[in-house]
């Protein structure tokens, strides 16, 4: 694909022979790309074919790079029209440019103009408004004209805006729909600011995400939405394209089965200095009447990166870059299908430096490749586009000039974004400039916004340089940049940093200290560290109800507590280890959080010592950092009092949840025992969901238990509760007594261990019988799993029920009733598995040599089963499994029984 590395823009004014100087001093600053591939004589000729061309045009040529055209302001639109009069009022939206960058904020502006003659108060527009909480809004629509608003006209609402929440800036004339609307008097307008990002249209953070769309002004009148005022057109450029035209240049047209794209990669920038990111945009723009999805995602587990994006790049002497994920494995991952619509486009950001590792400056040619297919999208009519790319870069060394000419631009940026892409900015400009871009955070914090001043205090807490400090320790003492300055001075370690930080926390104003103590624990100082302890010895840990605390006193606790676990320091451990005694439960928890933090063994080990603590709350608390952080091992006896606790609240808390991720299998035989076995009520929310948590664990019991939150249940449901409860009050009783560990489960055994675990393949097919419990209750579902596979391709599911299942238990072969279905229903197969490959062994299946039913006595018990796999319905290709063994504990009815 031709590439075009600059623009010739022809300019009204001048005489021609400027126009040559100027081609000529552009052509020489852009040598390396305008000529690019060109011998001498092929330079010569085109110069002297361009001033033939300039010599016989009335105005002037300029050629500028692509890296010039992010200084290329987009000429401001007219204003759209008013709308015809409503109730004496006009409207109008209008918009100051129609091409934005991603990291631009794109706002409209709505005018109201008073009609008539008098002059409207507050009241009065308001009641003249058409507009209403639910009812106007505005509307993306994919081409003028077209209506896609919903409701009754049966189209698809992309978007809507109620326009009683506006955005308003400061100073702004009016707000729709609220009390203090000002007046408006006669002939007069007043103006409101929308951006859109308040529009909620394609939002990824402070910007918009790329796309291209048309927006109009909408009212809902009696007779369903009318569209009043002109369309206006919005173009969000994906990152690193400045104009519609250059992203043109990098697409390709595609056609496949009817379906127009336009795909390719466009390089953030061609010419870059290096210690710049190397950025690319994969984009996809529909330039036909139907929509296009492709696949995207699943290729990235295992990797930093997609790895469905093959890119490649050669230095200038033809030698490949090494890749530096080369060798890591993929395991795949979670993906989603992409769909984009006739108009519109969808773009990917990728980082180069993910598939190449680059040397440093140099000229290097990239080949990026990607295919659009659509697998899962489209049913039958798959679509596979293989998309290429090719685009050079040019990485420039780090001389100053160079340097301070990509900061410029790089602050040019800033000056226009805002929000999450303002912080981004300055990540990148800051870890490219180091010392070099100090000078300009600087004069952004003179002369920027609020937020952007903000940024740039944050940003020189990112540069370790003396020159960043001075500029620091100078705005600390401005009011409205402190509390930044004072977290950006937590980088430096330097005795004027920890002094003037550490003078900060006896400051008046809460949040100043709050600040500061974050500040000193970051500070890799000794001196840090005592100024903290010295105020924690201020302000005593011993606080709570009744012992005269305050909210402020509890918020600096928790401050200084997470400040002394960041610095690690050992001197702090006593005070951090007296918070966990602590009164108040915000400050012990803060104590808990500055352990953690402190990566100290010696205070690690502390915790442990609260996993008993009478305060129940608390203790699951500790837990839960123990397992979830620390990855420490815990006892499932310590949640059981917690689990107890909630019984007859309406919230349970997170202890069956912690039961059941970290107390692998003796997570379902500790929480069964927390069932209130003397309530056997349907509506017990306490046990319904202590049994739905022991499903989901490793071993849980498919138990038969009728729940309905919403009736009192019948006698006989009370009674079957009742049942079952009592059977697994003797089970968990018979597990205290001779507890059992359960077996690995198969998959997780390796190599001719878990070959061994599978029966004997016929044809393609080999099966494996498996129990989720070693013991079961006598008298509750018990369940026979059963895997599919095929040796080659891997495992099977059955999608209908075998032809043919035979269960040989204890010898003896068992049939079911074809009339019955022996299938695990409910929720037990949320958790357990695909629902045909789980049967219960109930009295329903019929012994195949007298048809006495299947009968289950307490006791050792082995069982495999045979079934087909459809289509098959022959019984010569029968796959049996190996045998399994469990146990059937004795109920306490049975056991009552037999004594008598």
């Known amino acids: 694909m031709p590439q075009k590395y600059s623009r010739i823009q022809l300019w009204p004014r001048g005489r021609w022979s400027a126009g040559i100087c100027r081609l000529i001093c552009c052509l020489k600053k852009n040598a390396e790309v305008c000529w690019d591939g060109k011998t001498k004589w092929e330079r010569v000729l085109l110069a002297i074919l361009l001033s033939v061309v300039l010599a016989n045009f009335p105005g002037s040529m300029a050629v500028v790079a692509q890296d010039e055209l992010a200084t290329s302001e987009p000429q401001s639109l007219p204003d759209n029209l008013w709308t015809d009069p409503i109730d004496g009022l006009q409207f109008r939206l209008r918009i100051d440019k129609e091409v934005w960058q991603s990291w631009e904020l794109p706002f409209f502006w709505l005018d109201v103009r008073n009609m008539t003659n008098r002059s409207l108060t507050g009241e009065q527009l308001r009641s003249l408004l058409p507009f209403n909480r639910h009812g106007n809004h505005l509307q993306i629509v994919q081409k003028p004209g077209e209506i896609v608003s919903g409701g009754d006209t049966g189209g698809v609402r992309l978007t809507s805006f109620e326009l009683d929440s506006l955005y308003l800036q400061p100073g702004d004339a009016f707000e729709i729909g609220q009390p203090g609307l000002r007046d408006l008097a006669g002939g007069g307008e007043i103006s409101a600011r929308l951006d859109l990002k308040s529009l909620g249209i394609h939002q990824r953070g402070s910007g918009l995400e790329p796309d291209t769309a048309t927006l109009s002004l909408c009212f809902r009148g009696p007779t369903g939405p009318e569209f009043l005022g002109s369309p206006i057109r919005v173009v969000v450029l994906p990152p690193g394209v400045r104009a519609i035209q250059e992203m043109d240049d990098f697409l390709t047209a595609y056609d496949s089965k009817g379906v127009s794209v336009e795909a390719g990669f466009v390089p953030e920038a061609t010419r870059l200095v290096d210690g710049e990111e190397l950025r690319a945009t994969f984009i996809v723009r529909v330039v036909g009447n139907q929509a296009f999805s492709y696949d995207f995602g699943g290729d990235y587990r295992g990797s930093n990166r997609h790895n469905r994006f093959k890119i490649d790049v050669h230095d200038s002497d033809g030698k490949l870059l090494p890749d530096p994920a080369e060798g890591r494995p993929d395991f795949g991952g979670l993906g989603t299908g992409i769909r984009v619509y006739p108009g519109r486009l969808s773009a990917q950001p990728i980082d180069l430096t993910k598939y190449r590792t680059f040397p440093g400056p140099g000229q290097y040619i990239v080949t990026a490749r990607f295919t659009l297919e659509n697998i899962f999208m489209m049913g039958g009519r798959r679509i596979s586009i293989p998309v290429e790319s090719k685009f050079r870069l040019t990485i420039l060394s780090r001389t100053e000039e160079n340097v301070g000419a990509a900061l410029e631009r790089w602050f040019a940026r800033c000056r226009k974004t805002t929000g999450e892409d303002l912080n981004a900015t300055i990540d990148r400009l800051c870890a490219f400039g180091g010392a070099s871009a100090v000078t300009g955070l600087h004069d952004l914090v003179l002369t920027g916004s609020d937020e952007r001043k903000l940024a740039a205090v944050r940003g020189l807490g990112l540069i370790a340089a003396p020159q960043s400090l001075r500029v620091l320790l100078e705005l600390e003492t401005q009011p409205e940049l402190r509390i930044t300055a004072l977290q950006s001075l937590g980088a430096f370690s330097d005795n004027a940093a920890v002094e003037r930080v550490a003078a900060a926390l006896q400051d008046r104003e809460l949040d100043v200290r709050v600040a500061a103590a974050g500040a000193l624990g970051r500070m890799n100082s000794g001196a840090a560290v005592r100024a903290l302890l010295d105020r924690v010895r201020e302000r005593p840990i011993d606080i709570g109800p009744g012992t005269g605390s305050t909210d402020a006193i509890v918020a600096e606790q928790q401050a200084l507590l997470a400040a002394l676990g960041a610095t690690g320091a050992a001197s702090a451990l006593p005070v951090i ?63 059981v009092p917690v689990i107890q606790s909630r019984n007859g609240k309406s919230t349970i808390g997170d202890a069956p949840w912690l039961l059941r991720l970290y107390a692998d299998d003796l997570a379902a035989p500790t929480l069964v025992s927390c069932l209130d076995f003397d309530n056997p009520r349907i509506r017990s929310y306490y046990n319904l969901v202590i049994i739905q948590q022991q499903l989901a664990c490793r071993s849980g019991l498919a138990i038969d238990w009728i729940s309905d939150l919403n009736r009192d249940g019948t006698p006989e449901e009370i009674a079957k509760n009742c049942d079952t409860l009592a059977r697994l009050r003797s089970w968990v009783e018979h597990y205290a007594k001779q507890p059992w560990r359960e077996p690995p489960e198969p998959w997780r055994l390796t190599g001719p261990r878990e070959a061994a675990t599978w029966g004997p393949a016929i044809g393609n097919v080999r099966i494996r019988a498996r129990t989720n419990n070693s013991v079961w209750p006598e008298g509750l579902p018990q369940v026979l799993n059963v895997d599919v596979s095929n040796p080659m391709s891997g495992s099977v599911v059955m999608d209908s029920h075998p032809a043919i299942v035979e ?12 009339d019955v279905d022996d299938r695990v229903r409910g929720e037990w197969h949320a958790y357990k598995g695909h629902r045909y490959h789980s049967y219960q062994l109930t009295p329903h299946w019929q012994r195949v040599s007298d048809g006495e039913p299947l009968i289950l006595k307490p006791g050792p018990h082995t069982a495999r089963t045979r079934l087909t796999v459809p289509p098959e319905t022959s019984r010569a290709s029968l796959a049996t499994s190996l045998p399994v063994k469990f146990r059937v504990a004795s109920s306490a009815k049975t056991s009552d029984r037999e004594s008598r």
């Open 807 to 818: 269960v040989e238990v204890d010898g003896e072969w068992y049939t079911h009733d074809s």
């Open 577 to 639: 280890r007296s918070a966990l005694d602590a009164v108040d439960d915000r400050v012990r928890r803060a104590g808990v959080a500055a352990i953690i933090q402190s990566s100290n063994a010696e205070a690690s080990a502390v915790l442990p010592e609260y996993a008993e603590d009478d305060d129940l709350d608390f203790r699951e608390f500790v837990i839960r950092q123990l397992t979830e952080t620390l990855r420490q091992p815990i006892e499932p006896q310590w949640l």
